[in-house]
């Protein structure tokens, strides 16, 4: 089993920034790719940012490019996400999720996921 337990969010003003934590604990996820999602009020779950087992490969939404940076530190078993220029549409429940240990990073399937973090941004 893992637990995902994530941290770091909170009230921001639009164009501000937050960095979101997703500490792991119960078994390593090292070899897991890891990914972060989204569930704003009213709206279905989405996708935001991905990043292999390794960290040599991510992959982001639309909505985060440019704007958004997945990182992860396995000596930590802790995933990152750190958001700049964020914006009121960027409201919403972050969830860090980990892949299932065989699935490709072309093709993910998640296993284990946290319960969220609000993140609100103002305008």
């Known amino acids: 089993q893992v637990q995902l337990v994530e941290s770091g969010g909170g009230l921001v003003q639009a164009g501000g920034s937050l960095r979101l934590s997703c500490a792991a604990s119960?078994?390593?996820?090292?070899?897991?790719?890891m990914a972060w999602f989204r569930q704003a009020p009213g709206k279905e779950r989405e996708f935001v940012a991905a990043?292999?087992?390794?960290?040599?490969?991510?992959k982001y939404a639309d909505s985060g490019k440019g704007r958004f940076t997945i990182s992860r530190e396995n000596a930590k078993n802790t995933v990152y996400l750190q958001m700049n220029s964020l914006k009121p549409e960027d409201t919403a429940v972050y969830y860090c999720?980990?892949?299932?240990?065989?699935?490709?990073?072309?093709?993910?399937?998640?296993?284990?996921w946290g319960q969220g973090t609000q993140v609100t941004v103002s305008s």
């Open positions: 119960g078994r390593t996820i090292s070899s897991r790719h």
């Open positions: 999720t980990a892949a299932r240990g065989s699935a490709s990073f072309s093709s993910l399937s998640f296993e284990y």
């Open positions: 990043i292999s087992w390794g960290g040599g490969s991510t």
